[in-house]
C-alpha cells in the first residue's frame, strides 16, 4: 500500500524557517515526483512545487519561488519543505502528494494519486 | 499561469439527487485535468484524471467529461458520503493550478 506520513504539527515565531517532512512507503520512492501544497484555514488549494527524488529535479509555483526550498532524501525515502522567514500568513496545512503517471494517445497524464495526512504549521508571535 | 474557475462555488442537494459542478480553464488544457473530493480535517482524495478516467476504488456515479477549457463533474445518485468540497486541477508541463472549490452541503 503507496503511504505518505508527513511530519506532525508545527508552532513557529514570525521570522523563524521550518523544515517539515514526508517520508514515502509502498513503492519505490525515487520514480515518482512528490509535490507539496498549501491549504490555508478555510481556503482552496494552492500548489508550492515539485521535486523528482531521483535527480532532485525541483521545479517551483512562481507564487512561491524564492520563499520555499524542496529537497528529497533518497535513503530515507523523504521529502522535505523548508519555508524561511515565516510570516501570519504562513499559518496553514501543508500536504504533500504524489504524482503517478499515464499514457495515453500520445498523451502524457499525471495524476495527484496518494496525499500525506497534512502537516499544520502555525506562526504566531 | 493558467486560471480555472470552478461553478458552483457552493451547491445544496438531497441524497439521492444528480449534481453537475462545471470548471472552466483560462485557456485551453486538453484533457489534462483532474478531480479530487475533500472532507473537513481530511488530505484531498482523487477521484478523476485525465477529465474522464475514474480513479481505482472510486465508486461509478462519479464521471467526469470535457476537453479544452470546459469540464464537468457528475455525481449522479448522491451518497451521504459525497457531502464535501470539490477541486479540479490542471496537470500541465509543471503547471498544477487548482480551482477555487465547490463545497456541496446536504438540503
Known amino acids: 500500500e503507496v503511504q505518505l506520513v508527513q511530519s506532525g504539527a508545527e508552532v513557529k515565531k514570525p521570522g523563524e524557517s521550518l523544515k517539515i517532512s514526508c517520508r514515502g512507503s509502498g513503492y519505490t520512492f525515487v520514480t515518482k515526483w512528490i509535490a507539496w501544497v498549501r491549504q490555508m484555514p478555510g481556503k482552496g488549494l494552492e500548489w508550492m512545487g515539485i521535486?523528482?527524488?531521483?535527480?532532485?529535479?525541483?521545479r517551483y509555483s512562481p507564487s512561491f519561488q524564492g520563499r520555499v526550498t524542496i529537497s528529497a532524501a533518497k535513503s530515507t525515502s523523504t521529502a522535505f519543505l523548508q519555508l524561511n522567514n515565516l510570516r501570519a500568513s504562513d499559518t496553514a496545512m501543508y500536504y504533500c502528494?504524489?504524482?503517478?503517471?499515464?499514457?495515453?494517445?500520445?498523451?502524457?497524464?499525471?495524476?495527484?494519486?496518494?496525499w500525506g495526512q497534512g502537516t499544520m504549521v502555525t506562526v504566531s508571535s | 499561469d493558467i486560471r480555472l474557475t470552478q461553478s458552483p462555488s457552493f451547491l445544496s442537494a438531497s441524497v439521492g439527487d444528480r449534481v453537475t459542478i462545471t470548471c472552466r480553464a483560462s485557456?485551453?488544457?486538453?484533457?489534462?485535468l483532474a478531480w479530487y473530493q475533500q472532507k473537513p480535517g481530511k488530505a484531498p482524495k482523487l477521484l478523476i484524471y485525465?477529465?474522464?478516467t475514474l480513479h481505482s476504488g472510486v465508486p461509478s456515479r462519479f464521471s467526469g467529461s470535457g476537453s479544452g477549457t470546459d469540464f464537468t463533474l457528475t455525481i449522479s445518485g448522491l451518497q451521504p458520503e459525497d457531502f464535501a468540497t470539490y477541486f479540479c486541477q490542471q496537470l500541465n508541463s509543471y503547471s498544477y493550478t487548482f480551482g477555487q472549490g465547490t463545497k456541496l452541503e446536504i438540503k
Open positions: 502528494a504524489r504524482q503517478d503517471i499515464f499514457f495515453f494517445n500520445d498523451n502524457t497524464y499525471y495524476s495527484w494519486d496518494s
Open positions: 485557456q485551453g488544457i486538453n484533457t489534462f
Open positions: 521535486i523528482y527524488p531521483r535527480d532532485s529535479d525541483t
Open positions: 485525465a477529465a474522464s
